[in-house]
């Protein structure tokens, strides 16, 4: 690649990258210099030098950049990345010195949905990026005047192939904190305990934080739920949060004993009935001497 930062490439498979619409609008491919490129303001989506990185550092280095990035003039010199920003890291990895991409002249939600909807169907994608990303998607929308409430919502599930309450929940997931939002990537806390504690306020979130970090515990169903009630009730303090979070928790237990373990000990003569009743009555006899011994939970 030349060092201008205005090489202009001619749209020979353009149709092909993106169904005609480049010839239609007169967009044109641009080679631009890596230096001039900018991240998009509060991009959710992480850019990391991993196996899947390599791969397309590979690639970049023996075909070179196959689509180009989406970008649009940035305020302060240069241009701002909307889609691409993985590309860029591959080029930047690659020892490329410049990037094709197309500029485009669009406003802040126009960028944003753009942003959102080329990244949004990746399977690599954490709970905290797509809550994130369906966020600032929902929020554009609105700005633009697009139709509010469940109708939105479900044409966002239409577009990112999920279901509109899927899309709502991640909506609500993003009103974590992101050390709680961490928690949930790390699968601390689950998906359905995160959308509890969404409910609660910044400051009862914190609480909760800070219990679940202090006591190295985990959160179940039930907890949340009620963590959730008592928010709604405006009843939560931090010393209910604490009891709460730190009661026992019952483990789930399921016994079955064999058939062939319960022939050893009792012949055919006995009956389903009996056997139950006489392995109750030792039990009984085995928690008494525990008891007797100090033994007892």
Known sequence: ???????????????????????????????????????????????????????????????????????????????????GHRRWRACELAGLVEMPVIIRKLDDDESTVIMVDSNIQREDLLPSEKAKAYRMKYEALKHQGSREGGRTIEEMGGTAGESGKTVQRYIWLSRLSDGLLDMVDRKRIGFVQGLDISFLSAEQQGWVQEILERQGTSISTSQSARLKGHGRLGELTPALAEAVLTERKEKARKITIGKDAVRKYFSDDYSSEEIERIILELLEGWKERREADGLSD
Not at 9 to 26: N, P, R, V
Not at 54 to 61: A, D, F, T, Y
């Open 1 to 83: 690649m030349r060092g201008s930062s205005a090489q202009k490439i001619k749209l020979t498979s353009y149709d092909d990258l993106f169904g005609g619409e480049g010839q239609a609008s007169g967009e044109a491919i641009t080679s631009v210099p890596i230096s001039q490129l900018h991240p998009f303001k509060s991009h959710p989506f992480r850019v990391s030098d991993d196996a899947k990185m390599q791969e397309m550092v590979e690639s970049v280095k023996k075909y070179g950049i196959l689509v180009p990035g989406i970008v649009r003039p940035y305020a302060e010199g240069g241009y701002e990345v909307v889609a």
